[in-house]
């Protein structure tokens, strides 16, 4: 089977690892239990046919039943219609997953890891609990949707195996430096207002140029069984080679500059919903939907505020403009003379300022139009120019400043590890499946 590790949104990386052993869940590969139906799926015609030999991977078999077992629960969890042209269509997808986990488990035992009845009682129980079926009855679930028990567990069984043995092997390699997350928070400042797409993916590689026809085809006939109500999620969780395999292809947001070359002209087209045709990559071919799209790290205003103090110099009514001269220049001498707020507070108290010097805190947007007008470029820690009132004299020291900005919506810097951890992780473990597939010896009899 593919590798298969999760892409979830959050989490630490080794809860991650653990849910991928019980991600096995065909029932989660169908939107609701109402849409089940009993598939009345031809048994093997005769002995002879169930011990034929489909495949042999390092010495060990994968028997026609095996095939034919796995083809029940492929039909049946992707609600492909069960005809012989599918499964003629299909076949060869089926096969290379088997083969796949068969890799993997032969991997997992040279490595000294098994898989006990405890994780596969734990996987199912854990299967019946999220799809509401009752403890204990998954074996009858299945018997009457028509798909052998066996095809599950060895499905589950490889998929709890690779996830220990990437969890043994591959993790432990794994750092990720606070520079790293710095430079992807740096990053995502400097893209405020792009835009981002969630994309979910079927992946389907190409190890060497004689498979390029093969897959090619395959790809194209995946394509066209979704465009004919396939589950695009539930083909990705059976067929796709990629590590989103377990999330049913879902990539996650990816900002649009870090699209993959190969993508980049193909997702900014697709509307909501759509699916692109068969996209060739480096390694393989790619199938790919757009799941939504929204601008990115986009900033939330925030009021300004100015914590304010005075020192008002009163004027009687009626005397002249001489005395109101001497309350300006007086004003000008004091706002050169403070430095701070505690001493223009001591200058209000010695000049006998007859108002309270603290005004408090107000949002500027809020200040009367002369008031905002005189304090609206003044910086903190400095004092404005004088205002004349009907009354006196008045000078506003800006004691603090805040707000009036754009704040950017920033991931944790959890989230952000944990993302880089995933991302390494998954291309490791692609690399890992692609080698022991070049070293092993495969012999495909059908």
């Known amino acids: 089977m593919p590798v298969r590790l999760p892409y979830t949104h959050s989490g630490r990386i080794d809860v991650i690892l653990a849910a991928m052993r019980h991600r096995l869940s065909l029932l989660n590969l169908v939107p609701a239990l109402a849409v089940l139906t009993a598939l009345a799926l031809p048994a093997p015609s005769n002995s002879q046919e169930v011990q034929r030999i489909a495949a042999i991977v390092n010495d060990e078999v994968i ?3 095996d ?15 069960n005809t012989p042209e599918v499964r003629r269509r299909i076949l060869q997808q089926v096969l290379r997953s088997l083969i796949d986990e068969k890799l993997q488990l032969q991997e997992a035992r040279r490595r000294n890891i098994s898989v006990s009845r405890r994780d596969l009682s ?28 066996d095809a599950m567990s060895e499905q589950m ?32 400042k400097t893209r405020q207002g792009q835009t981002e797409y ?16 093969r897959v090619r085809s395959t790809a194209e006939r995946i394509t066209d069984q979704i465009r004919k109500g396939a589950n695009f999620a539930a083909i990705a969780r059976q067929f796709s080679e990629s590590p989103t395999a377990a999330v049913g292809g879902d990539l996650g947001w ?14 900014p087209n697709l509307r909501r919903g759509e699916m692109s045709p068969p996209i060739k990559t480096v390694s393989g071919y790619r199938i790919v939907t757009l799941l939504d799209s929204r601008k990115i790290a986009v900033g939330e205003s925030t009021p300004e505020t100015v914590d304010l103090r005075q020192i008002f110099l009163p004027v009687s009514e009626g005397s002249g403009g001489a005395a109101v001269a001497s309350q300006i220049d007086l004003a000008r001498t004091l706002s050169g003379t403070a430095e701070n707020c505690s001493d223009f507070e001591g200058l209000a108290k010695e000049v006998g300022s007859p108002r309270p010097p603290s005004l408090g805190k107000f949002e500027v947007a809020n200040l009367s139009p002369t008031i905002r007008g005189v304090v609206q470029d003044v910086p903190a820690g400095k004092v404005s120019a004088p205002v004349q009132l009907p009354d006196g004299v008045l000078v506003l020291m800006v004691c603090n400043r805040a707000g009036g900005g754009t704040t950017i919506k920033l991931p944790p810097r959890e989230d952000v590890a944990d993302q ?17 597939r070049l070293s092993a010896v495969i012999d495909i009899r059908i």
């Open 198 to 213: 969630r994309i979910a993916e079927i992946a389907l590689s190409v190890d060497s140029p004689d498979e390029e026809a």
């Open 420 to 436: 880089l951890l995933r991302n390494r992780l998954s291309l490791m473990a692609r690399r890992y499946l692609r080698d022991l």
């Open 254 to 267: 990816i900002h649009e500059a870090e699209l993959d070359p190969s993508l980049s002209k193909a997702v």
């Open 67 to 81: 095939l034919e077992s796995r083809m029940r629960l492929v039909l049946f969890s992707t609600r492909l219609p």
């Open 63 to 65: 028997s026609a039943y």
């Open 122 to 149: 734990r996987a199912t129980e854990s299967i019946e609990r999220q799809n509401g079926i009752p403890r204990g009855k998954m074996d009858e679930f299945l018997d009457r949707n028509g798909v052998p028990k």
């Open 157 to 188: 069984r490889a998929t709890i195996a690779w996830s220990k043995l990437l969890g043994r092997r591959i993790r432990p390699r794994i750092t990720i430096g606070e520079d790293e997350i710095d430079e992807v928070l740096e990053r995502i």
